[in-house]
């Protein structure tokens, strides 16, 4: 399947070319990235962990909550914070009390601060990382990090802004519909399935890999 049928669906669906184009997601250069703090990072994986299987609205209306509670999430403090702080968190009124997820943090800060130590900053590795390769990256965040699999890391990697493809139940139904993925959408074989099919259009049309992304979940009504 050719990208500009998918691309031409979606335009009629939304309205029009300038309805479309508003609704892609805004990509900042790659510098961008590496100039994010550390912290802004950790706070990001941490809102996508806890936002997962939730009310994502609850999480964002408390947000301000979390910043405070987690003293903004300085990585270097939370990767060896002790257990008695956790356990302070689950009592917590300003934040969302799931002990599982609250343990995701010092995990996910070791995570970080790994990087931090290889590359300099979480953002300067994230910044290196081609956007063609981004099973590579997912399957490193899931094996790394802590509840990461699933759509969380590509939900992260979304809002911080490194360009890759979110697989929505919309943009799996196209894939599917165009016989380009036939397995499971969260397995290594379908992440890599949808990867070739995301290279491919990428290669035919030059547009980053979220707007493609943007523009597959847009060609089908919801």
Partial sequence: MRFSDIHERAIVRK??????????????PAMELEAQTDDR?????T????????????????????????HGFVPAYWQQVPPDVLEELARDERIVRNMQKIR???????????AVHEHGSFGAFLKQWPSD?????????????????GNSAQYFLRRVGWDGFILSSDVVSVLRH???????????????QAQTAFNNWHQETGMPYSHLSRIVSCSVDS
């Fill in 133 to 149: 390769d981004q099973v590579g990256l997912l399957l490193w965040l899931k094996r790394h990090g802590s509840r990461l699999g």
């Fill in 41 to 45: 990072y950790l706070s990001e994986i």
């Fill in 104 to 114: 995701t943090v010092p995990e996910n800060a070791r995570m970080i601060m790994d």
């Fill in 15 to 28: 309205g029009g070319t300038e309805e479309l184009s508003a609704l892609l997601p805004k990509m900042p």
């Fill in 178 to 192: 165009a016989e380009l993925l036939d397995a499971s959408a969260t397995s290594k074989k379908g992440l890599q």
């Fill in 47 to 70: 809102r996508c962990v806890f936002k997962a299987g939730f009310v994502w609205r609850v999480i964002e209306n408390k947000w301000s909550g979390f910043e405070e509670a987690f």
